[in-house]
Structures are given as structure tokens and as C-alpha cells.
């Protein structure tokens, strides 16, 4: 696959995806202080910062109506942002400098949930994948395909020599149930988000989980540049209180409580286990602070910098444009100083 077939396949299956979302009937248009936030996928704990803050009622004190809804990807949570249905969604930061830069899409990183990818290479003890090299000539599951783990995967195998054409990509549920694929021959690894790793390594103890590192801002929050500009006030109060939220878990020396809290306001998958979910969020806050508390949901200006050298020196974006010109700060430094 070529950088522009990935990148015309991302923005066009983005496209599909959001307006056969629209045709079902998506939220009403946004009034005064409500705030619409879309997950790339259903809820689970690696989107625990928003769900927490709407369960804990911190945006609430900043007087925002939180309308959270669980997207079906990636690259469909940016484009129902673009299309005006949400004011803010969640991607991959690969993937959304990929739409910024190569298909001009006006969106702009507004925070840094995650400032390493939260996501896993998952395969088994009897035919492990210990580096991307082991990659080519495997079945490669994830769950979009075009989407932010198809990125990233990408640029890892790019990044190591390898062409992404070497390996099979194939859409699978991002749970930890996707590696009886694995057991059962039909793929050599699939990609998974923290919480699928966590709860397939509780479940069995054949799984060998490498992370996906590839130097690019993990998981970023997006909104339309002019409507940032415009209502500075509301995104800043989104972001104070998923900070607080944020937060809190990562400090936290009992999670227990917030567990509870999150299950009682959303329907979050794998909280039956609570051994297994404290672990699973502990894990995803350990990404949110790992540049450091006082860079929590910050932009890093290095990292940036870093990203767009990388993406360029791959050959995935055209041109050399400028980092500073694909994030803001702003919001944040008016929501924490």
C-alpha cells in the first residue's frame, strides 16, 4: 500500500463512516455550554479521564452539559468533529497528523491525553512478536482499518526497514477475546489498546505484549481551529475538568472508588474484574503522566517537532510542515495556567 492509497483510503473511509452516522440521526446542534465528546470505540477504562470527570460531576462545576458518545474508530471520531456533530473527539496522533497535513483537514490537537501510544502488539508465546521485524509474511488484526493503530503500525514497520505491504491487515475487535484468533492460527499478532492488553494477559498467561512506541504523540483530543478560537472559554473548561480528572487517577492510592464512580454513571466494559480494572486504569494514567504531572493533556512542543521529522523521513507527509502550526495550548494554559 502506498502513502496515498493510506491516506486517500483514511479520509475517505473517515467520510463514509461519519456520514452513515449522520444518516442515523447523530446530537442535536450545541447549545451555549453544552460540550459533545466522542471515544474512537466504546467506552473502556482508556477513556477513563472523560468518563470519570462527566461521573464526578467536574464538568459540571465548570459549567458544561457533557454529551459523551462512543464512536465506531478513529478516523469516524475525527470526522464527526469536521462535520460539526462533536465539538471535540479523541484519535490517534499519527493519524490525525496524517488528515492535517496530507488531506488539509481543519482540525487542530488541542491536548495530549496520551503521550505514548497506548498501544500493544499481542501474540503468543509459541510464535511471539519480539520487534517489528518479526512482522512480514503475518496476519496483522486491529480494529479499523485506516484508522490511528493502521498508522502506527506503519510507521513502526517504515521506521524499522520493513514495508507495511508485508504484512495482512484485518479488522478485529480491539477485546482481549481477539487473541483466540491467534490460538486458533488465523493471525500472527493483533493490535490492541492498553486495556485489551492488560485483561488478555490476565486471562492467560501465553501472551507476549510489546509496546508500539513510535515517538509521536500517543492519543490526542481535536476540535475545529475556528470554533476553538471562537469559544475558548467552553474547551478550556472541557479540559479543566478532564485534568482534574486526570488527575486524580493518576494520584489516586485507591481506585476502587473511582471504578465504582465510573460504572455507576457509563456502561464500561471490564469492570466486573476489579483486581483486573484497577490495574487496567493505573496502567492508561501511567501513559497520561509519563512526560510528567505537569505536562498532563499538555502538547509538547519537542514531541511535535519529533513527529513531524519522523512521519517526513518515513515518507508519510508531503511537504515539511510547520509542528507548531498543528496544536494548541491555549485552551489548557487558560484552563490550568
Request: no cysteine.
Given at each position: 500500500?502506498?502513502?496515498?492509497?493510506?491516506?486517500?483510503?483514511?479520509?475517505?473511509?473517515?467520510?463514509?463512516?461519519?456520514?452513515?452516522?449522520?444518516?442515523?440521526?447523530?446530537?442535536?446542534?450545541?447549545?451555549?455550554?453544552?460540550?459533545?465528546?466522542?471515544?474512537?470505540?466504546?467506552?473502556?477504562?482508556?477513556?477513563?479521564?472523560?468518563?470519570?470527570?462527566?461521573?464526578?460531576?467536574?464538568?459540571?462545576?465548570?459549567?458544561?452539559?457533557?454529551?459523551?458518545?462512543?464512536?465506531?474508530?478513529?478516523?469516524?471520531?475525527?470526522?464527526?468533529?469536521?462535520?460539526?456533530?462533536?465539538?471535540?473527539?479523541?484519535?490517534?496522533?499519527?493519524?490525525?497528523?496524517?488528515?492535517?497535513?496530507?488531506n488539509g483537514a481543519p482540525l487542530i490537537?488541542?491536548?495530549?491525553?496520551?503521550?505514548?501510544?497506548?498501544?500493544?502488539?499481542?501474540?503468543?508465546?509459541?510464535?511471539?512478536?519480539?520487534?517489528?521485524?518479526?512482522?512480514?509474511?503475518?496476519?496483522?488484526?486491529?480494529?479499523?482499518?485506516?484508522?490511528?493503530?493502521?498508522?502506527?503500525?506503519?510507521?513502526?514497520?517504515?521506521?524499522?526497514?520493513?514495508?507495511?505491504?508485508?504484512?495482512?491487515?484485518?479488522?478485529?475487535?480491539?477485546?482481549?477475546?481477539?487473541?483466540?484468533?491467534?490460538?486458533?492460527?488465523?493471525?500472527?499478532?493483533?493490535?490492541?489498546?492498553?486495556?485489551?492488553?492488560?485483561?488478555?494477559?490476565?486471562?492467560?498467561?501465553?501472551?507476549?505484549?510489546?509496546?508500539?512506541?513510535?515517538?509521536?504523540?500517543?492519543?490526542?483530543?481535536?476540535?475545529?481551529?475556528?470554533?476553538?478560537?471562537?469559544?475558548?472559554?467552553?474547551?478550556?473548561?472541557?479540559?479543566?475538568?478532564?485534568?482534574?480528572?486526570?488527575?486524580?487517577?493518576?494520584?489516586?492510592?485507591?481506585?476502587?472508588?473511582?471504578?465504582?464512580?465510573?460504572?455507576?454513571?457509563?456502561?464500561?466494559?471490564?469492570?466486573?474484574?476489579?483486581?483486573?480494572?484497577?490495574?487496567?486504569?493505573?496502567?492508561?494514567?501511567?501513559?497520561?503522566?509519563?512526560?510528567?504531572?505537569?505536562?498532563?493533556?499538555?502538547?509538547?512542543?519537542?514531541?511535535?517537532?519529533?513527529?513531524?521529522?519522523?512521519?517526513?523521513?518515513?515518507?508519510?507527509?508531503?511537504?515539511?510542515?510547520?509542528?507548531?502550526?498543528?496544536y494548541t495550548n491555549a485552551a489548557l494554559?487558560?484552563?490550568?495556567?
Amino acid at each position: 500500500m502506498t502513502r496515498s492509497q493510506f491516506n486517500r483510503r483514511t479520509f475517505l473511509g473517515a467520510s463514509a463512516a461519519g456520514m452513515a452516522y449522520l444518516s442515523a440521526g447523530g446530537p442535536a446542534a450545541a447549545q451555549d455550554r453544552t460540550f459533545r465528546f466522542i471515544t474512537p470505540f466504546s467506552f473502556s477504562l482508556s477513556f477513563a479521564s472523560v468518563l470519570y470527570g462527566d461521573a464526578a460531576g467536574y464538568y459540571a462545576d465548570e459549567g458544561l452539559d457533557m454529551q459523551i458518545q462512543a464512536g465506531k474508530g478513529a478516523a469516524m471520531a475525527a470526522q464527526m468533529v469536521l462535520a460539526d456533530q462533536m465539538d471535540s473527539g479523541r484519535t490517534g496522533g499519527t493519524n490525525y497528523i496524517l488528515s492535517r497535513v496530507n488531506n488539509g483537514a481543519p482540525l487542530i490537537s488541542i491536548a495530549t491525553i496520551a503521550q505514548l501510544s497506548p498501544f500493544f502488539l499481542i501474540s503468543s508465546t509459541e510464535n511471539p512478536v519480539n520487534a517489528v521485524t518479526d512482522l512480514p509474511g503475518r496476519t496483522v488484526g486491529m480494529a479499523s482499518l485506516g484508522g490511528s493503530m493502521e498508522g502506527t503500525l506503519d510507521l513502526l514497520m517504515l521506521s524499522g526497514g520493513a514495508s507495511p505491504d508485508t504484512v495482512e491487515k484485518v479488522k478485529v475487535a480491539d477485546t482481549a477475546a481477539s487473541f483466540a484468533l491467534i490460538e486458533a492460527g488465523r493471525a500472527g499478532a493483533f493490535i490492541g489498546n492498553t486495556s485489551s492488553m492488560i485483561k488478555a494477559k490476565a486471562a492467560r498467561d501465553n501472551v507476549v505484549a510489546i509496546p508500539m512506541d513510535d515517538g509521536m504523540p500517543g492519543q490526542v483530543y481535536v476540535g475545529r481551529p475556528d470554533d476553538v478560537e471562537a469559544n475558548v472559554d467552553k474547551y478550556a473548561a472541557f479540559l479543566k475538568g478532564t485534568h482534574r480528572a486526570a488527575l486524580e487517577i493518576a494520584q489516586s492510592d485507591d481506585l476502587e472508588p473511582i471504578l465504582k464512580a465510573i460504572g455507576d454513571a457509563h456502561s464500561v466494559r471490564g469492570l466486573d474484574d476489579v483486581e483486573v480494572a484497577k490495574l487496567d486504569l493505573a496502567t492508561n494514567a501511567q501513559n497520561w503522566v509519563a512526560k510528567g504531572e505537569e505536562n498532563l493533556l499538555r502538547n509538547i512542543p519537542e514531541v511535535w517537532e519529533n513527529a513531524v521529522n519522523l512521519l517526513g523521513s518515513a515518507g508519510m507527509i508531503e511537504g515539511n510542515p510547520d509542528p507548531k502550526s498543528l496544536y494548541t495550548n491555549a485552551a489548557l494554559d487558560k484552563a490550568i495556567g
